[in-house]
């Protein structure tokens, strides 16, 4: 790469962040969803260690620390996410036990079997469900849990456009069954799987950023690259109200199975 397309690709990328930190979530989601998925997982104690991957500014994880007992490590690629993250845990006074880092959910700086507790909301497309899923089992100790929410279709078939949009988005989105399936053939007994509601699409996620889209645009008035990404969120939001019969992410929790 040239050194004037990193420098764009890095313009890029810190505008995409400066977008999504001034939101409270960057995926789709609910304290309430959190909560729910929480109470499929029965084992947790003091001694308990979570990582929340994915974590982004932390919005869900600390919901997850006001209602878990233990430490929590939030791992996210993107700095600016993380020192928000931190900061959030220091205002709400969790910073012994709520720790975000910054790392990449392919090199996971856990040792093997040393997890109770696998969170990732709206983050594991990153490297792909089964993947994830795959990768990740070491890092569970026998009878840990993981809980992930994913983009999911809920029919068998679907309009044209849509199904176009997210096949060029992510291949690997499927049918919640299909999902299910692949989480039970990577060894965890699937314990739970219910879909997000649909306010944790708009009011937690589309509405909050009405306002910060004014806000970002006119900070960067006559931008084609920041109007361009705007322009791509308004485009997501109108295809959720649209075919949100068809598509939404969906909660699947499990528990590592071993009977080595
Ligand atoms: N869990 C948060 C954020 C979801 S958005 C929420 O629900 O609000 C997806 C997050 O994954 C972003 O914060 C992004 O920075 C992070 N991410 C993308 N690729 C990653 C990688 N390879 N390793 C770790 N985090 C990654």
């Known amino acids: 790469m040239s050194e004037e397309n990193r420098s764009i690709h890095e ?9 999504f930190s ?17 109470s499929f997982i029965d ?14 500014t932390g919005g869900q994880t600390m919901v997850l620390a006001g209602n878990a007992p233990g430490e929590i490590t ?30 990449s959910m392919d090199k996971l700086p856990f040792q093997d079997e040393e997890l109770d507790l696998i969170w990732s909301e709206g983050a594991i497309y990153n490297i792909g469900f089964e993947r994830g899923l795959n990768e990740w089992r070491k890092f569970l100790k026998k009878g840990g849990y993981i809980a992930v929410s994913e983009a ?49 699409w708009t009011d937690h996620f589309y509405t909050p950023q ?9 900070k960067h008035a006559g931008n084609k690259t920041a109007e361009d990404l705007i322009k ?12 949100k019969d068809f598509y939404g992410y969906v909660f699947y929790i499990g528990k590592k199975f071993d009977n080595a």
């Open 11 to 19: 313009f890029d990328f810190s505008l995409i962040c400066e977008y």
């Open 22 to 38: 001034s939101v409270e979530r960057q995926g789709p989601g609910s304290p309430e969803v959190t909560l729910k998925a929480l």
């Open 43 to 56: 084992s947790l104690t003091n001694n308990a260690k979570i990582a929340d991957i994915g974590c982004g």
């Open 74 to 103: 939030g791992i996210d690629l993107f700095a600016d996410f993380i020192d928000i993250f931190n900061a959030n845990s220091r205002r709400l006074n969790l910073q012994d036990r709520v720790k975000g880092v910054v790392g």
């Open 152 to 200: 999911s279709w809920f029919t068998e078939k679907r309009p044209d456009e849509i199904d176009q949009y997210w096949n060029d988005a992510y291949p690997q989105i499927d049918t919640v069954a299909n999902k299910v399936a692949l989480m039970q053939k990577a060894g965890y007994i699937p314990t739970a799987a219910f879909i997000l509601p649909e306010t944790c």
């Open 210 to 218: 009405v306002a910060a889209q004014e806000i970002f645009l006119k």
């Open 232 to 243: 791509e969120q308004r485009r997501e939001a109108e295809l959720y109200s649209r075919y």
